[in-house]
């Protein structure tokens, strides 16, 4: 778990992005349940496959594979897809941001990842600061924003990482005492 922790103070921590934009019937783990690691089928319904890939790459690079699942084994990327086809706001961010990306690094599947980092760290650091103006911050916030909704709605983020068990009954609630806080 610690790793995990590190790994996301590379890329920021991700819980201040956390914004969910749409309502709770549009939240990914709500509609694609499918266990971690199921690979996308089909292909991208929105993002051109070259895009995807660097989608993919990002989500990946914020959410990364430890001891629990990473974005890409949670369907992040197919979530991203899903809500910035709906969005006209979203594709306009997205158009921007992987025009911007490319002008960076004209092919940044082919960096070494701490190359990719070295992008993406100062982008984290505006958007933490809440100061997200220019077009690859703005990109930054929602792929971010994306990944975190998309993976705590998942199975593997809300049940494998968080061990949430929803749906349990408790016959009584324990008693609060002042102690305890």
Same mark, same amino acid.
């Not at 979530?79 to 306009?92: A, K, L, M, T, W």
């Given at each position: 778990?610690?790793?995990?922790?590190?790994?996301?103070?590379?890329?920021?921590?991700?819980?201040?992005?956390?914004?969910?934009?749409?309502?709770?019937?549009? #939240?990914?783990?709500?509609?694609?349940?499918?266990?971690?690691?199921?690979?996308?089928?089909?292909?991208?319904?929105?993002?051109?496959?070259?895009?995807?890939?660097?989608?993919?790459?990002?989500?990946?690079?914020?959410?990364?594979?430890?001891?629990?699942?990473?974005?890409?084994?949670?369907?992040?990327?197919?979530?991203?897809?899903?809500?910035?086809?709906?969005?006209?706001?979203?594709?306009?961010?997205?158009?921007?941001?992987?025009?911007? #990306?490319? !002008?960076?690094?004209?092919?940044?599947?082919?960096?070494?990842?701490?190359?990719?980092?070295?992008?993406?760290?100062?982008?984290?650091?505006?958007?933490?600061?809440?100061?997200?103006?220019?077009?690859?911050?703005?990109?930054?916030?929602?792929?971010?924003?994306? !990944?975190?909704?998309?993976?705590? !709605?998942?199975?593997?983020?809300?049940?494998?990482?968080?061990?949430?068990?929803?749906?349990?009954?408790?016959?009584?609630?324990?008693?609060?005492?002042?102690?305890?806080?």
């Amino acid at each position: 778990m610690s790793d995990r922790r590190e790994a996301l103070k590379i890329i920021g921590a991700i819980g201040t992005t956390c914004a969910f934009p749409y309502s709770a019937d549009e #939240l990914y783990g709500q509609h694609h349940p499918a266990p971690a690691g199921q690979a996308l089928t089909g292909g991208p319904r929105y993002f051109p496959a070259e895009d995807f890939a660097v989608v993919s790459r990002i989500a990946d690079l914020i959410i990364p594979r430890t001891d629990t699942p990473g974005a890409q084994d949670a369907g992040v990327p197919a979530y991203i897809d899903y809500v910035v086809g709906r969005s006209p706001e979203q594709q306009e961010v997205f158009r921007r941001g992987l025009r911007w #990306l490319r !002008t960076v690094a004209r092919d940044f599947l082919q960096l070494s990842e701490e190359q990719q980092t070295a992008i993406l760290r100062p982008l984290s650091d505006a958007v933490d600061r809440q100061q997200a103006h220019s077009t690859g911050e703005r990109f930054f916030r929602a792929i971010k924003s994306l !990944t975190a909704d998309g993976y705590y !709605t998942s199975r593997a983020g809300l049940v494998e990482e968080l061990g949430f068990n929803g749906g349990s009954v408790l016959a009584s609630f324990p008693e609060c005492t002042i102690e305890e806080h």
